[in-house]
């Protein structure tokens, strides 16, 4: 019998409707689940669960919610081999592709064994003075953190400078991340499908730099120039690190892929749906 992992906000709108329905359908479909619910106060738990887990115990999990849910569940699972249902109880939530009237339907087909499947790259951020790697999906945003300054960031892919500018700060993201903040600075919206980095510098103060696309394969590493404030890197929107004494940032193509539910949604549906595209 398959066993789900289902992890969710506790204070979520539409949470508890949600687990009444799959107590439900527990009822008439053989599965199992067990419930992992974090707290407010448990935000920067970022890539581990508030209790143990043993991943060889599960065939699926679950994320109930909005992209912040999303992305905490697929940083957890990444690597496992266990795929992730996105159920959007949020509200952009480019995501979250099952609506809660679909999940029935995808459940049914993954319990069946007839689901299919997609692969999201990942990104591995190394910070320069730290033991740990972090693993994003969406991006990760090197910014100051006070009010009318600037950092001078150098910016280089496989030893070649890109970038050499002044500015509010850089955003590296992924395929999937490219709907995010890349998308609000600016960025090109990427296709999920595409192996590639978006590089996007926010509020760059000259004329002439512009956002740019290079393959996941290839590095990128960020060093700072003497600025007057210091800097700070945002993982996923959910971790933010001081960088008081760092050199240097590294992001590389994560060995962690993240698999993912596809539903019969293609992508130019979701831009359409998410921002009123008339595509």
Avoid at 9 to 34: C, P, Q, R, T, W
Avoid at 93 to 116: H, T, V
Avoid at 223 to 244: E, M, R
């Amino acid at each position: 019998m398959k066993r789900l992992a289902i992890v969710g906000f506790n204070e979520k709108s539409g949470i508890n409707n949600f687990l009444v329905i799959i107590n439900e359908l527990k009822k008439k479909m053989a599965f199992e689940f067990d419930l992992f619910l974090y707290k407010r106060s448990e935000f920067e738990l970022y890539d581990v669960l508030n209790a143990p887990i043993n991943f060889s115990a599960y065939d699926g999990a679950i994320a109930i919610g909005g992209d912040g849910t999303f992305l905490y569940c697929s940083r957890i699972f990444a690597g496992t081999g266990i795929p992730v249902f996105g159920v959007n109880m949020g509200n952009i939530g480019f995501n979250m592709r099952i609506e809660p009237k679909d999940f029935e339907f995808y459940l049914d087909q993954f319990l069946k064994n007839e689901c299919s499947y997609e692969q999201l790259d990942a990104l591995d951020v190394e910070i320069d003075g730290q033991n740990k790697i972090y693993t994003v999906l969406n991006e990760g945003v090197v910014s100051h953190g006070g009010i009318s300054r600037i950092l001078n960031l150098k910016v280089s892919s496989y030893g070649h400078l890109i970038y050499d500018f002044c500015g509010d700060g850089m955003i590296v993201s992924t395929a999937t991340g490219s709907t995010a903040y890349n998308l609000s600075a600016g960025g090109p919206i990427l296709h999920p499908s595409l192996h590639a980095i978006s590089l996007a510098p926010i509020c760059p103060h000259t004329l002439t730099i512009r956002p740019y696309i290079i393959p996941i394969e290839r590095d990128v590493s960020i060093t700072f120039g003497n600025s007057s404030v210091p800097a700070q890197i945002t993982l996923d929107g959910q971790k933010t690190i001081q960088l008081n004494k760092c050199k240097e940032i590294s992001f590389t193509k994560s060995n962690k892929s993240i698999i993912i539910v596809k539903t019969k949604k293609i992508f130019s549906e979701i831009l359409k749906e998410k921002l009123g595209w008339s595509v």
